[in-house]
Structure formats: structure tokens, C-alpha cells
């Protein structure tokens, strides 16, 4: 019984790629929840990060939600099916892109439907920022916003911020 850890955000932050980094070649648990008009694909696996170990949820569902706009309405199925079974959340954002409304929606849902996990905001795509600290601090500062305490830079495709996450994780897990 691995420690459940959710990656969330709106669409096209990286989640995927992030599940796709610290599951490596493992492999993948696909299997979908059928709500009322949207077929959501769950992906789960066992991810590995230094020495810690944790199962991981890529939750693709929010997607749906967050773009249709109704992030805060449909999300009984989600509430039951994923985030009921999560112990603690990755929130991803942009850091290129800065802190964007339906990232505000994504705290707000998390806020109202799992008060009781307290997120760790990961700034996705920060490798773009490796030669202008001054616009990363920005962003950071912007991230803060939503409430969840200083996010971490990271950078799901070159791996750049993995030991902050991993700092981040361990005194949780
Ligand atoms: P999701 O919708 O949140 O699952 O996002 P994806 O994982 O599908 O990624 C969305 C897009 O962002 C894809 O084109 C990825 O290649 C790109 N992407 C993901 N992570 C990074 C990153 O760390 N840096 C950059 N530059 N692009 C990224
Ligand atoms: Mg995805």
C-alpha cells in the first residue's frame, strides 16, 4: 500500500509528461470512468524518485471539466473515483504561460473537494526560464497566489527541479 499521489492542473500543463517521467518504463494501469457524457482515462503507476516510492494518477478526467468550464459542477465521478483514493497532489502550472484563470479553477475545485490534501504547486516548462531568473521569480511569485504556498520550478521534459520535488515529497511520504 504505496502512497497515492495526484498530478493535477488544467490541460496541457505536462501532467502527462510529468507521469511519464517518474513512471519511466513502468507500466501504466489505463482504465476509464464512464460519467455522463465523457469517457475520463485514468492512468496509474508506480513512481520512483530517488528512493521514494509512491503510486502516482495522472488525471486526465480534469481536463474535460476544466475546458468545458464546468470544472466545479461535474465532478462527483472524479471525487469518488480518483481524488477519494489520493493522499497528497502535484498541481501543475505553466511557468511560460504564468498563472492562467483555469488554474484559479483547478485550486478552487481542489479547495471545495479535498480540503484536506494541501498540494504542491510545480511550476511545469521552467527550463525555458534557465537564462532569465528574473522572469522565473515573477512567475513564482504569481503562483503563490493560489494559496498553496512557494511553488517549485520544475521541468517535465529535461527533468530540472526533480531533487526539489523529491525534497518536497519526502518529509510527506
Ligand atoms: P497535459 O495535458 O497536462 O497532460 O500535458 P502534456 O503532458 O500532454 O503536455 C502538453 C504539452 O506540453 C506537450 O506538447 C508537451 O510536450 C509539453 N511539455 C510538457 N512538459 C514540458 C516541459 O517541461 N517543458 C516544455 N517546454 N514543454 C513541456
Ligand atoms: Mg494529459
Known amino acids: 500500500c504505496l502512497p497515492i499521489v495526484i498530478i493535477l492542473g488544467r490541460p496541457n500543463v505536462g501532467k502527462s509528461a510529468l507521469f511519464n517521467r517518474l513512471i519511466r518504463r513502468r507500466e501504466a494501469l489505463v482504465y476509464n470512468t464512464p460519467d455522463d457524457h465523457v469517457t475520463r482515462d485514468i492512468r496509474e503507476g508506480v513512481a520512483k524518485l530517488g528512493n521514494l516510492r509512491f503510486r502516482v494518477l495522472d488525471s486526465a478526467g480534469l481536463e474535460a471539466e476544466a475546458s468545458s468550464g464546468s470544472i466545479l459542477h461535474r465532478t462527483a ?48 516548462k521552467s527550463e525555458s526560464f534557465f537564462d532569465a531568473s528574473g522572469s522565473l521569480a515573477t512567475a513564482a511569485d504569481e503562483m503563490s497566489r493560489l494559496g498553496f504556498g512557494d511553488p517549485i520550478a520544475i521541468s517535465a521534459e529535461t527533468g530540472l527541479g526533480m531533487p526539489d520535488l523529491y525534497m518536497s515529497l519526502r518529509p510527506l511520504l
Open 77 to 124: 465521478s472524479m471525487t469518488a473515483n480518483v481524488l477519494g483514493r489520493a493522499h497528497f497532489a502535484l498541481f501543475l502550472t505553466d511557468a511560460r504561460a504564468g498563472l492562467h484563470p483555469l488554474d484559479q479553477e483547478v485550486g478552487k475545485w481542489l479547495r471545495k473537494h479535498a480540503p484536506q490534501i494541501k498540494p504542491i504547486v510545480c511550476m511545469n
